[in-house]
């Protein structure tokens, strides 16, 4: 069983910078892939980064590649997303999760945090 908790989340303005943080607790967590995902207002969840369990390899989704730098410290039991150069669209409830696979696709995700707010105003 893995439980996760985000924090980091609040309101900034277009252009400003928030870094997420989810703590997992588990043993497991240090050989599991993590990812961030997204779902803003009325829209369906989206995939926005994952890591592998190494931290190895990374893979971003194109809207925020180059912006949002997804890290981990496994000795920590804590992956991270730096977020800078936000922009309104990016206004949603992000949620972490961990998995086997470091994958775009949501199911390959068996556990989920709760969520953190980002808003981010024009």
């Known amino acids: 069983q893995v439980q996760l908790v985000e924090s980091g989340g609040g309101l900034v303005q277009a252009g400003g910078s928030l870094r997420l943080s989810c703590a997992a607790s588990?043993?497991?967590?240090?050989?599991?892939?993590a990812g961030w995902f997204r779902r803003a207002p009325g829209k369906e969840r989206e995939f926005v980064a994952t890591?592998?369990?190494?931290?190895?390899?990374?893979y971003y989704a194109d809207s925020v590649k180059g912006r949002f730098t997804i890290s981990r410290d496994n000795a920590k039991n804590t992956v991270y997303l730096q977020m800078n150069s936000l922009k309104p669209e990016d206004t949603a409830v992000y949620y972490c999760?961990?998995?086997?696979?470091?994958?775009?696709?949501?199911?390959?995700?068996?556990?989920w945090g709760q969520g953190t707010q980002v808003t981010v105003s024009s």
């Open positions: 588990g043993r497991t967590f240090s050989s599991r892939a």
């Open positions: 890591i592998t369990w190494n931290g190895g390899t990374t």
């Open positions: 999760a961990t998995g086997p696979l470091a994958s775009a696709d949501g199911v390959e995700y068996r556990y």
